[in-house]
């Protein structure tokens, strides 16, 4: 039996459903109709990953990207297309459907890798999409390039990074996305928002040879640099080595100190007098 849901036309003013890659949105569209088949929610991830055709690790990273860029919830671990139940009008609720998904989920997984052996092997991908406040490795290894470039500018400030984690959701290529804010960066290093790249990041993926800059320095980065990097976005970058306060950090203490860093990374005021007052020491060393 074929069952349908409802689309609405007001989609294609969706910016959430248009800034998505044509990759995305082919996804997005798949998992709607697997949601259909499951009663609002989506199997798990070995299952969408057997229906889509694809590995369960590249499963779990769409939605995931389909959950930050808010069309997917996940709620406890079971993901449903945002808004759901508010759109299809099932004369059901949705804890209803929750507890009947819940209640075959383990049985739907057992048979679909019972009949295809080969995708055991993703039986530890994670079954739900990553919590909406973790930033992913390749995000925060992105926002730390991107305030690289603003530092390496001489920016006055680096402003916040946050963005980042959007135009990943949208599909966009991190190398992209860094050589399209670098080189802009080098031009007008002071720029209040990352809003600003939104177009010409849009602009380089629907180029046919758009730049790219990989992500991480060729070879290890400049202790000074990082220590600025740090003191104005509060974020160590790996490719320094130890961070302040651990063991193997190279940044001396003079060198965090002119940057108004502590031995241990803590901010404070340079301009304080940290000596000890003369009368208060020459009591302490009283009998």
Aim: charged share 20%.
């Amino acid at each position: 039996m074929h069952h349908w849901f409802r689309v609405y036309n007001t989609l294609v003013d969706d910016p959430k459903v248009q800034q998505l890659s044509s990759a995305l949105f082919k996804a997005l569209i798949n998992l709607w109709c697997l949601a259909s088949q499951n009663g609002g929610a989506l199997p798990a991830v070995n299952v969408v990953a057997y229906k889509l055709r694809m590995t369960p690790r590249k499963a779990a990273d769409i939605i995931a990207r389909l959950v930050t860029a808010g069309l997917l919830d996940d709620s406890g671990g079971v993901v449903m297309p945002h808004n759901w139940n508010g759109r299809q009008f099932q004369s059901d609720c949705s804890t209803e459907r929750v507890r009947r998904f819940r209640a075959n989920r383990r049985a739907a997984q057992a048979t679909i890798v019972a009949a295809v052996p080969e995708i055991a092997e993703g039986a530890a991908a994670p079954d739900a999409a990553a919590p909406r406040g973790a930033a992913s490795p390749l995000e925060a290894e992105l926002r730390d390039e991107v305030a690289r470039a603003f530092v390496q500018a001489n920016a006055a400030s680096v402003p916040d990074t946050g963005r980042v984690r959007l135009w990943l959701s949208q599909g966009y290529e991190a190398d992209i996305i860094l050589a399209v804010v670098s080189e802009i960066v080098a031009r007008k290093p002071n720029l209040s928002s990352l809003n600003y790249f939104d177009a010409p990041i849009r602009e380089a993926h629907a180029s046919r040879a758009p730049k790219r800059l990989a992500l991480g320095p060729p070879s290890r980065l400049g202790i000074e640099e990082a220590v600025r990097l740090f003191a104005t976005t509060r974020h160590w970058s790996r490719w320094a080595g130890p961070a302040p306060g651990l063991a193997g950090c190279r940044a001396s203490t003079e060198l965090l100190a002119r940057f108004g860093l502590a031995p241990d990374g803590a901010p404070f005021a340079p301009s304080a007098d940290l000596s000890p007052d003369p009368s208060t020491l020459k009591e302490s060393l009283q009998p």
